[in-house]
C-alpha cells in the first residue's frame, strides 16, 4: 500500500487545477520569483546603466566643445580630451572626497543636499547638491573653456543642460540642452540648434560685474540677451533662472571665481 502525501508541496500538486488555493498559491510563487528576478537584474545592470548614461553624456559635451568655432582645433592639440573634476560647490574648490566614480553614491545621501532659501532660488530646484562634475579644457597652463551642467525648471518640468564658457569665465561659447518636458513646437524649441546658436558671445555680466544675461521676449537687443522663442515667455524665463542661478554665488560662482584667481 503507498505512503500517504504528506509534504506541503505533494499535497499542492495534486489539488484540482480549479482549486483557489493552488491558484492563488501558484501565483504567489511566480510573483515571487519574478520580483527576485527583477530586483537581480537591476542591481547586476545598474553599472551598465550608470556608464551609458555616463557616456552619453560625454558624448553630448564633446559633440558641444567641437561646434564651438576653433574648439575641435583645441581639443585635437590638448590630446582629445577633457579634464574632469568634482567641485564642491561651497568653496568652490575640488572636493576632497569625491571622486567622478563615486559622485552619484555621494548624491544618494541627503546630508549631501543644501536646501535653498526660496528668494535665492532662482531654479526653482528646492535643494541643491553639495557636488558637481565639471570638465574643463586647457590651453598650455590657462583654462581655455569651461563646461557646466545646468538643471532648472521650466513651464513644463526639468530643464538640463551644459553650458560652455570661455576661460574669461563671462563669454558663453555655447549651450546644449540634454533634457527637458517643454511643449513641442513653443518651449520645446530649446533642443533646436537653430536656437541654442544665439548663446555664443553672449555675456553674462556687464563691466560693474552685475549679472545680466536673459532669454529676450523676442529677439535679442544686446550683448547679454540671447533671442526668445515666440509663444514660450514662461520657459525663456525658466532659461533665463536657470542660468543665473548655477552662474551665481549659491551655484558655480565660488568655483568660477577660483578660476579667475588662477586656482585652477
Avoid at 579634464?83 to 549631501?112: K, M, Q, Y
Avoid at 538643471?151 to 563671462?170: E, H, K, V
Avoid at 561659447?173 to 536656437?195: C, F, K, S
Avoid at 514660450?232 to 579667475?260: C, E, H, K, Q, S
Wanted: proline share 5%; net charge negative; glycine share 12%.
Amino acid at each position: 500500500m503507498a505512503e500517504p502525501d504528506t509534504t506541503i508541496w505533494r499535497r499542492l500538486l495534486a489539488l484540482p487545477n480549479e482549486s483557489r488555493a493552488k491558484t492563488i498559491l501558484v501565483a504567489f510563487l511566480v510573483s515571487a520569483a519574478c520580483a527576485a528576478l527583477v530586483s537581480g537584474a537591476t542591481v547586476v545592470l545598474r553599472p551598465i546603466q550608470t556608464a551609458n548614461r555616463a557616456a552619453e553624456e560625454q558624448a553630448r559635451i564633446e559633440a558641444l566643445v567641437r561646434g564651438i568655432p576653433g574648439m575641435a582645433d583645441l581639443l585635437t592639440r590638448s590630446g582629445g580630451q577633457l579634464s574632469t573634476v568634482v567641485i564642491d560647490l561651497e568653496t568652490g574648490r575640488a572636493a576632497e572626497n569625491v571622486t567622478p566614480a563615486t559622485l552619484e553614491t555621494a548624491l544618494s545621501d541627503p546630508d549631501n543636499w543644501t536646501g535653498l532659501d526660496p528668494a535665492a532660488d532662482l531654479a526653482g530646484l528646492g535643494q541643491r547638491p553639495d557636488f558637481a562634475q565639471v570638465f574643463l579644457l586647457r590651453e598650455g597652463d590657462d583654462v581655455s573653456l569651461i563646461l557646466l551642467p545646468l538643471s532648472g525648471q521650466g513651464y513644463g518640468g526639468r530643464i538640463d543642460a551644459i553650458m560652455a564658457l570661455r576661460g574669461d569665465t563671462n563669454t558663453i561659447a555655447g549651450l546644449a540642452v540634454t533634457r527637458h518636458a517643454e511643449t513641442p513646437g513653443l518651449g520645446g524649441r530649446i533642443d533646436e540648434g537653430a536656437w541654442q546658436a544665439s548663446f555664443p558671445g553672449t555675456l553674462l555680466r556687464d563691466e560693474a560685474g552685475e549679472m545680466r544675461f536673459r532669454v529676450a521676449r523676442g529677439p535679442a537687443s544686446g550683448v547679454h540677451e540671447v533671442d526668445g522663442i515666440t509663444g514660450a515667455t514662461r520657459t525663456g524665463r525658466g532659461v533665463t533662472n536657470m542660468v543665473r542661478f548655477w552662474l551665481g554665488p549659491d551655484g558655480y560662482g565660488p568655483f568660477l571665481d577660483a578660476i579667475r584667481r588662477g586656482g585652477f
